[in-house]
């Protein structure tokens, strides 16, 4: 296998896993080519350029509501993209496409089983995206992050093997945290999230009057001033609009709050990190309290719905996680248990391993479905 296209996009959920996927491609042979095809709008394009990985835009768009007019310009633009597409995979001549959902991806896979070239699936949530889950029974393997999703793919051979993730994460610096006074990560993703912000305006004075511990909050730029007044005579506590590096703020931490993104959940159980889990009420198919329960269910965090964040309750998470040790201790390696840091690497394996083994005209289904933890 020596040239592979990679999409996905819309938000970094879908992007990130795609990036990782490509750089490990990559970096197993000098020889190889990659290609990236995704919205010239969003950030795949940037974040494709940061890893240094060519990049096509298509005109791709989601599929909103019932307004007639936008359904006739998505498949207006589904039309034109899938078109795009075909001349990329006839140029680039790709031995395998590889897709981690989201609208971006549907024309070029589309594409590709045009082209009867074969595609390979990843989904990050427990709960799969319509993307996926349109595009499944043609897909050669599918790779799921959770226990449980193989559930949604009946007809196909999908392999439970986590999410891949940054080498940044990965390689990040293992070392012992400092002693001292146990410190709170506070993050709502690129753009912050109102609900936790003023849960935790509330929430923080009151816990330092008994308690100690620092904090280290991400509120995004339209709320940051509001929370840095709210909380500027506490030396203790941070704020920032954006954290830029993740990996290492994870590894001084010692207790997360934030949304249960797929990424977010990969890159703290990596880190061996106890979480409090408020799920984004507005995730289709509210597929990040699906996210969430996996880690609740294993002892790993707490959730608690975005409906009923308040800061009184969320003082009442925070104290006992805060003042006890051992509690934290105890959830961080049910966290860890969950990890999956060979994520990428394994599905590349299997990848490499489908073409290896397939005739130069096998076009046929996939074979059972398994799970391999």
Known sequence: ??????????????????????????????ARK???????????????????????????????????????????DLLRAWFLCIGHLRRFRPDAVLATGSYVSLPVVLAARSLRIPYFLQEQNRVPGKVNLWMASRAREIYAAFRGTEEHFPKSSCLVFGNPLRPSFLNRETGEREEGPPRLLVFGGSRGASRINRAVMEALPALLKDLAFTALLQTGEEELEEVRSALAVHDSIEVFPYLDDMPRHMAEADLLLCRAGAMSLAELTVCGLPAILVPYPHAVDDHQTRNAEMLVEAGAALLLPDSELQGRILSEALRPLLSDRALREKMALASASLAKPDAASRILDSIEKYLSGRGADDISSPGSKGEIS
């Open 1 to 30: 296998m020596k040239r592979m296209i990679f999409t996905g996009g819309g938000t970094g959920g879908h992007i990130y896993p795609a990036l990782a996927l490509a750089r490990e491609f990559l970096d197993r042979d000098p």
């Open 34 to 76: 990659a290609l990236y095809l995704g919205s010239g709008r969003g950030l795949e394009s940037r974040a494709a350029a940061s890893e240094g990985l060519p990049f096509a835009p298509i005109p791709a768009r989601p599929w909103r509501g019932r307004n007639p007019l936008q359904r006739i310009l998505f498949l207006w």
